[in-house]
């Protein structure tokens, strides 16, 4: 997965920036709290694909 790439990818729900989850092969949307994954260095982007985050996954939010 290149870093051009990850720079034009966004979230199909939200229209956010992803994350690379580079051990998990995955781009994860923060805001939804999903990920998406990557098949064959091809970002799968789309929301009936997205699956959700466990809650050991999810990044603490500072609300
Ligand atoms: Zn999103």
Redo the contacts with the bound molecule.
Sequence with gaps: MNAKLLEIVA??????KLKYDKAQARLI?T??Q?AYPINQGIPVLLSDQAVALSEEEKEPKND
């Design positions: 979230c199909p729900i939200c229209q956010g949307c805001f939804d999903v």
